[in-house]
């Protein structure tokens, strides 16, 4: 009898639908890293610290004589050196735990599939001896791990998301702007969310943090369903966040409500794209390493010359 390949159940463990039966987190992220080392020509992992802190964009009362002439010829913007004292970064993870990031069409909810990619991105981050904190909010700042080299902090990350119990309404932008003014030194900031908020405040919160000078990444987390909206027969929808219920054939609003949505993706997109913010739409179909691996390896392709 032959073995069992061993590829194939990493495969199967990394399953969202699955990784809840692996144990803890920590257990858990180290098959996700892991699954993401296996099998690549050229690990997504290598600079990703580099990609962060070796430069950072310019911004109004830098001083000039800090730019990277060379750079600028590559990639036609102006991005400022980075000296030893800011070459090892601080990364705040942000995850909205609101009301609406409970929904689940499968066995995963959104929730759920933000915790374990954003333990794997701390579990990178610090792996590489850099330091990263996790916030959790919902209408606001309810929990916050304060960063750290240590791989202590996924401990700590599932241990309050234990505790979060998630109010009805999110406020992302109160939480950038919150970020902008509570981290001293230039960083990044990775938010891991649904964007069901206002998203001109959304935006305008970017705004705040791309002018401190922070990095930003925005992890746009939503569930199949939201995206392809396959139901069929009269459905009652049920407003996770005081919206109200709505009785109706999907059927027949099929067509309007996936135009709703690709008009707010492409908002939310070109925002970002204006503002030199990575932003990645995550389906929690997709395995997490998946996710993961492809922004990481995208981000490594496009270098600065985005």
Not at 19 to 42: K, N, Q
Not at 189 to 215: A, K, Y
Not at 268 to 287: E, F, G, S, W
């Amino acid at each position: 009898m032959s073995s069992p390949d061993t590829g194939q159940r990493r495969s199967r463990y990394l399953d969202p639908e699955i990784l809840s039966e692996l144990g803890p987190l920590d257990v858990i992220v180290r098959h996700v890293v892991e699954g993401m080392r296996v099998g690549m020509h050229r690990s997504p992992l290598r600079g990703f610290s580099t990609d962060f802190s070796a430069h950072r964009q310019y911004v109004p009362g830098d001083e000039t004589r800090h730019i990277d002439w060379k750079l600028y010829a590559r990639a036609n913007r102006y991005y400022i050196k980075l000296f030893d004292a800011e070459t090892n970064f601080t990364a705040n993870l942000l995850l909205d735990a609101s009301a609406s990031m409970r929904f689940a069409s499968g066995k995963i909810s959104k929730l759920e599939y933000t915790k374990y990619m954003a333990a794997s991105m701390a579990y990178l981050i610090v792996d590489q001896h850099d330091s990263v904190g996790v916030a959790i909010f919902d209408d606001e700042l309810r929990r916050y791990v304060e960063p750290t080299s240590s791989l202590a902090v996924l401990t700590r990350l599932a241990h309050e998301l234990e505790k979060a119990h998630p109010k009805p309404r999110t406020d992302i932008a109160a939480i950038l702007h919150e970020f902008a003014r509570r981290m001293p030194r230039r960083g990044v900031v990775m938010l891991f969310s649904d964007l069901f908020d206002h998203t001109e405040e959304f935006i305008q919160g970017l705004s705040h943090l791309r002018f401190r000078g922070h990095n930003v990444v925005v992890f746009h987390v939503m569930d199949p369903e939201e995206l392809e909206f396959p139901l069929r027969g009269m459905r009652r929808f049920v407003g996770f966040e005081h919206e109200g219920d709505l009785v109706t054939d999907p059927v027949r609003i099929r067509a309007s409500y996936l135009a709703e949505v690709e008009k707010f993706v492409n908002r939310i997109k070109a925002a970002c794209a204006k503002m030199l913010v990575d932003y990645v739409l995550v389906n929690t179909r997709q395995p997490v390493e998946t996710s993961i691996a492809g922004y990481l390896i995208q981000r490594s392709m496009a270098g600065w010359g985005r």
